[in-house]
């Protein structure tokens, strides 16, 4: 069956702007629209949507660990309306900072911008402490609650001759990838990205799951319930398909050379 949106399907699309306190009011409102399927992605959108929607079906995407944030029971059988596809966010974190330190091998302090408000972002932090100390790397943490903190995050790591940076994906730093990457390349730091999407706003790397391959395979998910499966039946997947992508373009704006073991790993090289 092939759907034509506006014929036999009808998507009703919400976006909170990276503002988090709306998400629940969002949910609700398509939760009054009677909708069929909800799909969410990340993890503060698909807890939104969990205390509102009841029992309608929920197609989770980019929660790293549904079983821990109690989406799921397990990721072979979820049990209840949640499941979807997840990124491995937190497994991931380690082998980031692991290509960045291999960008910079010389680098001995690091940092890490991050949203302590993000529960999935802690967890996160955790992975990147643990792999910053067995690499015998001083790791500075960078939190930032809102975008008044970014000016003074960045200020915090100048001072602290911070020589490489990773950013951590979450809502707020998102909405402001503009904003962010201005600041990383007025800092001259060779920075690790964990969205793809910062790569069109200058980014220089990134390392993670094709995520357009997974809001592809999130619309099987839907297929299927369409066709009368039910979520708790829906094994939760896992990534199929990782990205490794360099910036030379980024490289050049902060006066940074790409070590060329990097280059010929890269899945795609931005020229």
């Known amino acids: ?6 014929r036999n399907i009808v998507l009703e699309i919400r976006w909170a702007e990276g503002k988090r306190e709306r998400l629940v009011e969002l949910a609700a409102e398509l939760v009054r629209l009677k909708v069929d399927i909800i799909v969410t992605g990340g993890q503060t959108a698909t807890e939104a949507a969990k205390k509102v929607a009841g029992t309608i079906p929920i197609i989770m995407t980019l929660v790293s660990d549904p079983v821990r944030d109690g989406f799921a029971a397990s990721l072979a059988h979820p049990g209840g309306n949640i499941t979807g596809l997840s990124p491995m966010g937190n497994e991931l974190a380690g082998k980031r900072l ?3 330190k291999e960008a910079v091998p010389r680098a001995k302090r690091m940092a890490i911008l991050w949203n302590p408000a993000n529960p999935g972002q802690q967890l996160n932090f955790k992975e990147v402490e643990a792999t910053a100390a067995a690499f ?7 939190p930032v609650k809102s975008p008044d903190d970014f000016d003074n995050a960045f200020a915090v790591a100048a001072k602290g001759r911070v020589e490489a940076l990773m950013v951590s994906g979450d809502a707020l730093l998102n909405s402001h990838r503009s904003r962010i990457v201005e600041l990383v390349v007025k800092g001259r730091l060779p920075a690790m990205y964990t969205e793809p999407e910062w790569m069109s706003d200058g980014g220089l790397m990134y390392y993670g799951p094709d995520t357009a391959d997974i809001y592809r395979r999130a619309a099987t998910y839907v297929d299927k319930i369409l066709k009368g499966a039910k979520a708790a039946d829906i094994p939760v997947e896992r990534p199929i398909r990782f990205d490794f992508i360099i910036s030379l373009k980024a490289a050049d704006q902060i006066g940074f050379t790409v070590p060329p073991n990097l280059l010929v790993r890269a899945t795609q090289v931005i020229r």
Do not use: P
């Open 1 to 6: 069956m092939s759907y034509v949106e506006g």
């Open 98 to 100: 692991e290509l960045l």
């Open 136 to 142: 015998k790397l001083m790791l500075r943490s960078l």
